[in-house]
């Protein structure tokens, strides 16, 4: 987690998560704030209070019908090695890297169900 801001008039907060040695952090808010916005790649989450709370809040994961949001992705250097630790932490796979016509790349599931793809940049080249 890089950093966090929450907005309480408007109920929601924001969270900011990248792969970064916690070191290299800034401590002093401000300039944390500007080196969060100034990597060049960083997820941000959205957690809209209440909804935790709320027995009719409902969401979907766009990977069955009806289809909507699909799956975030994300580049790491070695795709079997990433599934390889994926295997070993128990995570839930949707395809294996040798798995279907497109090799090379993985999905796999968070808790929720949620797609994540597990690419390497440099292998994208070959399949597009």
Known sequence: LLQKFDFPSMKFSL????YEDKSNIPKDKTERTAW???RKATLELTHNWGTE????????????DPRGFGHIGIAVPDVN????RFEELGVKFVKKPDDGKMKGLAFVQDPDGYWIEILNPNHM???T
């Open 53 to 64: 709370n709320d027995e009719k809040q409902s969401y979907h994961n766009g990977n069955s």
């Open 125 to 127: 080249v070959t399949l």
């Open 81 to 84: 090695k990433a599934c390889k």
């Open 36 to 38: 969060t916005f100034s």
């Open 15 to 18: 969270y900011f998560l990248a």
